[in-house]
């Protein structure tokens, strides 16, 4: 469901109905209850509007406040929040079942900046083939990589496997302070990935463009 904008939000001059008296407030105005028809006269002779800022108070309080402005600070008000609210965001690094250590200590260093920032971090071992008969590996890989980065994060999942891939989840010891860009709210660290190939089979380069949901580019 859309959700009303300001305007409609907020009863202003004869908008105001139903009500007998109203506790005015303003710039430069000392609060005090008067009639409706009162505030209404008192709103023309500065020059201004009479805005309905609290309905459920008793009386219902309204602000003497030019109706244009009183929308230009409510706006202002709720970016000002929106930009104050810290966005975490997940970022995936993969690993193989028998990654060497090179590559381990790249994903190592992807992951330490990621939890620094503040995001969580979802690190998996994806099996292809046959290889799943290592997924104990696997999980070792990943209670290692969870284990190093210590300092820097705190595990919120423990190793699960689903399907070919087992999944763990690391959340940040401390968040950083500063909205994120929507954009990179899920990015993929990974390294070339050096596994035993046979002689006879060529090398694939690893597909590492943006990541589609459902699609695997591993055979």
């Known amino acids: 469901m859309k959700k009303p904008n300001l305007k409609q939000q907020y009863r202003v001059n004869e908008q105001i109905r139903g009500v007998r008296d109203v506790r005015i407030v303003g710039d430069?105005?000392?609060?005090s209850v008067v009639s409706i028809s009162k505030a209404l006269?008192?709103?023309e002779q500065r020059g201004?509007?009479?805005?309905?800022i609290s309905p459920n108070a008793e009386p219902p309080v309204c602000r003497l406040i030019d109706y244009s402005k009183f929308i230009y600070q409510q706006k202002k008000h709720q970016k000002e929040i929106k930009a104050?609210?810290?966005?975490?965001?997940?970022?995936?690094i993969r690993f193989g079942p028998q990654t060497d250590d090179h590559d381990y200590n790249f994903k190592l260093k992807h992951a330490q900046g990621f939890l620094s920032d503040g995001d969580k971090v979802k690190a998996y071992?994806?099996?292809k083939g046959r290889s799943i008969l290592f997924k104990e590996q696997g999980e070792v890989l990943?209670?290692?990589?969870?284990?190093?980065?210590?300092?820097?994060?705190k595990v919120e999942q423990m190793p699960q496997l689903e399907g070919k891939r087992?999944?763990?989840f690391l959340a940040p010891k401390k968040q950083a302070g500063g909205a994120k860009k929507p954009q990179e709210a899920e990015e993929?660290?990974?390294?070339?990935?050096r596994e035993k190939k046979a002689p006879q089979q060529k090398a694939r380069k690893e597909y590492t463009g943006p990541k589609v949901e459902g699609e695997d580019f591993d055979d």
């Open 48 to 52: 201004v509007d009479l805005v309905e």
């Open 84 to 92: 104050k609210q810290v966005k975490v965001d997940v970022k995936e």
């Open 41 to 43: 006269q008192m709103a």
């Open 188 to 193: 993929t660290a990974e390294a070339p990935v």
């Open 28 to 31: 430069d105005i000392e609060s």
């Open 125 to 127: 071992v994806f099996f």
């Open 166 to 168: 087992m999944i763990m």
């Open 142 to 153: 990943l209670l290692r990589f969870a284990a190093d980065l210590e300092d820097y994060g």
